[in-house]
Structure formats: C-alpha cells, structure tokens
C-alpha cells in the first residue's frame, strides 16, 4: 500500500495570507490528484499532475509535482475564506488504485 | 442525472443491524468506486466497479461489508450486523473510464452513525 502523508493536518490562516501544504510519499506515483472537499460534500478534483517537475496554476493556487515524482505541494497565494475547506492528495497508477492521504484542513478566517 | 447522488444523506443504526447505502453514478460512466472517510482520516477504498467485469474487493474491511451493481449503474454497498467501529461517511465515486487523467466524480456520501 502506498502511503500518503499530507502536511500540516490543520491549518488557521488570515484573508490575504499565502500558505503551502504538502504531499508526500516513499513511493514513486504515475500520476497525483489534489482534492478540495467542503463539510457535507464529496471531493472535487483540483487537479491532475504527471510529470515530475509539472508546475500547474489554477488562479491562485500553484500546485508542483516532484521531479521524482514522489511528492506534491499546494501553495496559495493571497488565501480567501472561500479556500477553506479539507484538502485532499491522492496518488495511483489507475483510479482504480488511487489512495488517499489525510488531507489539509484550512480555514481561512476573514 | 447531473452528479453522483447517493441516499441516505444521514443514517442512524443501532449495532448489530444491517443497513443499505445506496449510489446512482452519473450516466455513462462505466466506473464506480465505493470509499469510507473516518474522522481525521483519509479516504479509504473499498470497493470498485468497472462494467461488466468482477469487482475488485480488496478493500473491503470485513466479510459484513458487500457490494453489487445491477444493470451496470445504481450501486448498493451493504453493511451487516453493524459494529460502531463502521461510523463513517461513505463517499461514492464514478468516472468514465479508470485510466489516470479520468476524474473522479464523488456524490455527498452517507453519513453513518452506529449507536
């Protein structure tokens, strides 16, 4: 089994901080997903990372997969309180395989 | 329908029942996935659908745990005789296909109390 282990396990910012929150893992991974998940809700998929190195924006948010392909971080920048929420990384060859680690949860306080 | 929709929303047992939680995926995808989220921990896989093809059940914790798909859409995972260690939420999933830059489409989840 793959282990992910994600940090910081909580984490309490101001509106207009930038924050980074990290993956990672022993195991090399094919691919690696972020998630952010809302209380009462089902994960959405932020986005999917393949190649070691890959640096993809989402508007504010950044996210880097490790050239070794075994590690992943989230950076924020300028958080808003619409950013909180549990966020979710998940590493696989397949979907089938993908695994979850713990997750980030922020909250971003106006 | 437009997402993933699973009922109940919220399921309170008493131990030792059986319950049934219950996933229609989104139309034409050929892929489900049945998840457990436990307080403060990741989620954890228990089960996956992939057409017509045997389910993989190697997440599955126990032999209470089962899981069949009829018509190859609307899923029910069932939980016998339960214990409070079974306390989670229960996410469903479902996706095209399984290939690695498939998204994953998750309904609310259940949220199962055992008293």
């Known amino acids: 089994t793959q282990l992910l282990e994600q940090s910081p396990q909580f984490l309490s910012i101001q509106e207009g901080e930038n924050l980074t929150v990290y993956c990672n893992s022993s195991?090399?991974?094919?691919?690696l997903q972020w998630y952010r998940q809302e209380p009462g809700e089902g994960p959405v998929l932020l986005v999917t990372v393949v190649t070691g190195g890959e640096v993809k924006k989402l508007k504010r948010l950044t996210f880097q997969f490790g050239d070794a392909r075994k590690d992943s971080s989230l950076h924020i920048t300028a958080a808003q309180p619409g950013d909180t929420g549990l966020y979710l990384c998940?590493?696989?060859?397949?979907?089938?395989?993908?695994?979850f680690g713990a997750g980030t949860r922020l909250t971003v306080k106006p | 329908g437009a997402g993933v929709s699973q009922s109940p929303s919220n399921k309170v047992t008493e131990k030792g029942k059986d319950v049934e939680l219950r996933c229609d995926p989104i139309?034409?995808?050929?892929?489900l996935y049945w998840y457990r989220q436990s307080l403060g921990q990741g989620l954890e896989f228990l089960i996956y659908f992939q057409g017509n093809s045997a389910p993989d059940k190697s997440g599955l914790p126990s032999d209470r745990f089962s899981a069949e798909r009829t018509g190859g859409s609307v899923s029910t995972l069932t939980i016998q005789r339960t214990q409070q260690e079974d306390s989670a939420v229960y996410l469903c999933?479902?996706?095209?296909?399984?290939?690695?830059?498939?998204?994953?489409?998750f309904g609310s989840g259940t949220q199962l109390s055992v008293l």
């Open positions: 999933a479902s996706s095209l296909m399984s290939r690695p830059n498939e998204k994953l489409f």
């Open positions: 195991s090399v991974f094919s691919s």
């Open positions: 139309s034409g995808h050929t892929a």
């Open positions: 998940a590493g696989g060859v397949r979907l089938r395989d993908m695994r």
